[in-house]
């Protein structure tokens, strides 16, 4: 059983989007909408489906390819604006297998040079409206090992609580230990918190871990309080919270997916 709150969405779950979404190919506006749906293909997030009565039909490609999953029958649309082309780019549901559907558009969210919410760009994906993400500051004292190597010790950590994911401790840098951190150049990208300005594996003895630590310097507003410090993976290291090591599985991350 975790130690944190689960996303409590299930697949295939529908829900409008409030927001106004907008989306841009080549430099051109692709779509414009304020009636979006929220469609949770898996637990985690959901994707957004767009009208295509709002969408701009002169950068659709027909592909001329109907195919069936769970959620319904679709077309495959590529898209083209000038000299650019993106083929396999999108879905055109046809049917109601999955109700409302029927007339929406889901876009390959990498398809797509920049997303909009209202007038603030998203990354990675849409923010679930039952995702939250609190950065506390705290008293408690937090210690970073690794093979018996201490990484960092803090008692100013700034917690981050993300739905879904394992408590994060983000310490002041002035309480890690750089000798261990090897600097590389993975940039992860996160819708709450931004973009990730440092990476760093870590070096103990002759043994490098990859991708253990990393920073953001500009994080969104929301999460300001994280600006410059330093986070490790609880998954791959040791971890102590007032002397009390966490117990948790070992999990692998990809490192393109943001850590939070």
């Known amino acids: 059983m975790n130690d944190y709150p689960a996303m409590i969405t299930e697949k295939n779950f529908i829900q409008p989007v409030p927001r106004r979404i907008r989306g841009y190919f080549a430099g051109e506006l692709l779509f414009d909408t304020t009636q979006a749906i929220y469609v949770w293909e898996w637990a985690p997030y959901p994707q957004y489906y767009i009208p295509i009565d709002d969408v701009n039909d002169d950068v659709l490609v027909d592909e001329e390819q109907e195919k069936h999953e769970s959620r319904g029958t679709y077309m495959r649309l590529g898209l083209k604006s000038g000299e650019r082309e993106q083929s396999s780019a999108a879905k055109l549901f046809s049917d109601d297998s999955l109700p409302g559907l029927a007339g929406m558009v889901r876009f390959d969210w990498d398809a797509l040079d920049s997303w909009f919410e209202e007038d603030e760009q ?119 919270i007032d002397g009390v090591e966490l117990t948790q599985a070992k999990t692998h991350f990809f490192p393109s997916t943001p850590a939070s």
């Open 122 to 240: 998203i990354f990675v994906h849409p923010r679930s409206p039952y995702a939250r993400v609190d950065a506390i500051r705290s008293t408690r004292t937090v210690r970073v090992e690794l093979d018996g190597a201490v990484l960092a010790e803090s008692s100013s950590p700034v917690m981050v609580y993300e739905t879904g994911l394992p408590t994060r401790y983000y310490l002041n840098r002035t309480d890690v230990n750089f000798e261990h951190l090897v600097p590389n150049d993975t940039v992860t990208e996160c819708p709450y918190k931004g973009t990730t300005t440092d990476y760093w594996s870590v070096k103990v003895g002759d043994t490098v871990h990859d991708d253990l630590a990393w920073s953001y310097s500009f994080p969104t507003r929301q999460l300001l309080p994280i600006t410059g410090l330093v986070a490790f993976y609880n998954e791959k290291v040791d971890i102590f």
